[in-house]
């Protein structure tokens, strides 16, 4: 009975993940179903594990567990930091579900602080003016202490960190990777114009008949 009490536990806090703080900020569709695959398919085999108890239960579990991680880290698909942290929650909530117990409240609290910490570090009001872009610029510029003063030009905003991806002194442009804190209220400004030193017109010497 307490064991189903924390199976139940788990169902209900996989589906306050994926559904009420998941999808409504971020969107996607598909990893809803990969989030509840991944907990319900670790819930499944440690609870299985778990009931067949002995010396061999910690060593498949670890396993199971090192298979799931090696997917996650083998997926084709590029993830993004907070989406490999719901990948962990998930998991971690489906063992804490399936973990044989006597003390089911212990259990049932990490849960809750499972989401609660994925509540507050993924909320969309937290460090809402820190932002990262990968900008592809118009024009090559080797030197950093020039590039930063130009994004932040553009940017209407300070610059943190600037990491160049790729510098393209041929076709004249540079892809970096930024990050900035943007300033309420303030738009992105057009780039400056590149300066053009005047030259004075060259005349051809008159030819002698």
Request: zero cysteines; hydrophobic letters at 50%.
């Amino acid at each position: 009975m307490a064991q189903f009490a924390l199976w139940l536990s788990d169902i209900v806090a996989v589906s306050v993940l994926v559904f009420a703080l998941y999808f409504p900020r971020h969107r996607r569709r598909d990893l809803v179903v990969a989030y509840l695959g991944v907990n319900i398919g670790v819930l499944a085999v440690a609870s299985s594990l778990s009931a067949a108890g002995g010396a061999a239960t910690g060593l498949g579990l670890g396993m199971a567990l090192f298979g799931v991680l090696s997917i996650i880290r083998l997926r084709s698909t590029e993830l993004d930091q907070h989406e490999v942290a719901y990948y962990f929650s998930a998991l971690a909530l489906g063992i804490l579900g399936a973990w044989e117990t006597e003390q089911e409240w212990r259990s049932a609290t990490l849960m809750a602080v499972i989401l609660a910490v994925l509540y507050v570090g993924d909320h969309p009001r937290l460090l809402r003016q820190h932002r990262r872009q990968v900008i592809v610029l118009d024009v090559a510029i080797p030197d950093h202490a020039t590039l930063v003063a130009h994004l932040e030009h553009t940017l209407g905003s300070r610059v943190h960190s600037v990491s160049v991806q790729r510098l393209d002194l041929v076709n004249d442009t540079t892809v970096v990777d930024v990050r900035y804190r943007s300033t309420p209220g303030a738009r992105p400004r057009p780039a400056a114009p590149p300066r053009v030193e005047a030259t004075t017109p060259h005349t051809p010497a008159a030819v002698q008949p």
